[in-house]
């Protein structure tokens, strides 16, 4: 049995999700929860492939960092993952 680490999830899941919009037309929208180093580094890679329609981060000098890198998207801003 093998195991699926974070970045092979998310590879396979945007991969998921582009042949899903290829049939229906319809853009990948995606949400960032934790934009911190990680999660900076993943929002970079989502971008490539999809829209951030969210980005969410407890610090707001980092959420105004996320929310700049996906402008293009024009994200909904947030510091609770609730919403």
């Given amino acids: 049995m ?3 680490n974070r970045r092979e ?3 396979g899941s945007v991969l998921a999700a582009s042949a899903a919009s290829a049939q229906t ?8 929860i934790g934009t911190g180093n990680r999660g ?5 890679s989502v971008l490539e492939l999809a829209k951030v329609a969210a980005v969410c981060d407890t ?6 960092k ?4 996906a402008a293009r998207d024009q ?5 609770d993952y609730r919403r």
Avoid: Q, Y
């Fill in 59 to 64: 610090k707001p000098d980092r959420l105004d």
């Fill in 66 to 69: 996320a929310a700049t890198a």
């Fill in 40 to 44: 900076s580094h993943l929002m970079r």
């Fill in 25 to 32: 037309g319809d853009p990948i929208r995606t949400a960032m």
């Fill in 75 to 79: 994200p909904f801003t947030t510091n």
């Fill in 9 to 11: 999830f998310l590879a």
């Fill in 2 to 4: 093998s195991s699926l």
